[in-house]
């Protein structure tokens, strides 16, 4: 198990202190870079007003950005196993026609 250390980040301009992995720290620092881009794309639009409030819909849209992701690596997964059906299908015909 990895020690854990404290890491400074700022989100909405305020500091917080999390202990974190050292291994981990990078991601961390961009995730918290990531939600502050977020963020600021809900505070500029300008249609949600209140620091809670804009945390709520930046949270809800990568919520929603995550299931959707989601959905589109399942139906892939989907995909591959009928690609990977199918290619059985034809690797037992092609042995097939080679014993006659």
Known sequence: MSKTEPLTITIMAKEYRIGCPE?????LRASADLLNEKLDEIKQQGS?????????????????????????????????????????????????????
């Open 23 to 27: 291994e981990e720290k990078d991601n």
């Open 48 to 100: 949600v007003i209140g620091s809670e409030r804009i945390a709520i819909m930046a949270a809800l849209n990568m919520s929603h950005d995550i299931l959707h992701s989601q959905a589109i690596t399942d139906g892939n997964s989907d995909l591959n196993d009928r690609i990977d059906a199918l290619s059985e299908r034809i690797t037992a015909s092609m042995r097939d026609i080679q014993l006659i």
